[in-house]
């Protein structure tokens, strides 16, 4: 089953915009991840925020959560068009020695240049 | 590129038939997910191995099960292939550290299986 929800599911924006994603979860968490993904291949790890930080940025992104609401936010800033891909959010909930993630369906970017 | 490789790239099967994808772990990565993403959704975790052992399971039947080699690479299998067995199996390996938080999987590209 999905945990995450990423809103929008599709967007569209011109070179050199900011794009945002969202994503929202159902249960506690230990972190959240966020991936890229070009053309249905390989996941591509962008950034991890712990569930005691509440912001974190690494380059042109931008990484925020809530655990109250239980929603992430991806920040791309000055986008280009290499930045056309899916986003995925993921979770780590798991507990105990198991780990895992659980991913949401994506939101997918395309940055028209 | 994450160092993790999995064979082959492409793969077509007919319904019934069984299939083994292979994945090589990063190196110093003691521990392999596996994942399948069907079109337009996100990856489902299958399961993942530790130590050479099954370490935790999604909601996968038993026709799919794995191993896990000493030198931490690693098998999916998949027997009886139905046609919704169609999808994306990605691995991702990771360096499992017991206290949570901070566990990075790396991502392989994937093998696409078509099953007629």
């Known amino acids: 089953s999905q945990q995450g929800e990423e809103d929008p599911q599709a967007l569209s924006i011109q070179e050199g915009e900011n794009a945002t994603m969202n994503c929202s979860y159902k249960?506690?968490?230990?972190?959240l991840q966020w991936y890229r993904q070009n053309s249905g291949r390989g996941l591509v790890h962008l950034i991890l925020?712990?569930?005691?930080?509440r912001e974190k940025h690494s380059g042109r992104l931008r990484v925020t959560l809530d655990t109250s609401k239980k929603s992430s936010s991806l920040l791309i800033t000055a986008s280009r068009a290499a930045d056309t891909a899916s986003y995925f959010c993921?979770?780590?909930?798991?507990?105990?020695?198991?780990?895992?993630?659980?991913f949401g369906k994506g939101t997918l970017l395309t940055v028209n240049p | 590129e994450t160092g993790v490789t999995q064979s082959p790239t492409h793969l077509i099967k007919t319904r019934g038939q069984q299939v083994t994808l292979r994945c090589s772990s990063q190196?110093?990565?003691?521990?392999v997910s596996w994942y399948q993403q069907a079109l337009g959704q996100g990856p489902q975790f299958i399961f993942q191995?530790?130590?050479?052992?099954?370490?935790g399971r999604g909601n996968f039947p038993p026709r799919f099960s794995g191993l896990q080699f000493p030198n931490y690479s690693s098998e999916l299998n998949v027997n009886a292939l139905e046609l919704d067995d169609s999808a994306l199996y990605l691995c991702?390996?990771?360096?499992?550290?017991?206290?949570?938080?901070?566990?990075?999987?790396?991502f392989g590209p994937g093998t696409r299986l078509t099953v007629l």
């Open positions: 991702a390996s990771s360096f499992f550290a017991r206290v949570a938080g901070d566990n990075e999987q790396f």
């Open positions: 249960t506690s968490i230990n972190n």
């Open positions: 925020i712990r569930s005691n930080e």
């Open positions: 191995y530790y130590r050479e052992e099954e370490n």
């Open positions: 190196s110093g990565h003691n521990t």
């Open positions: 993921a979770t780590d909930n798991s507990g105990g020695s198991n780990y895992k993630l659980t």
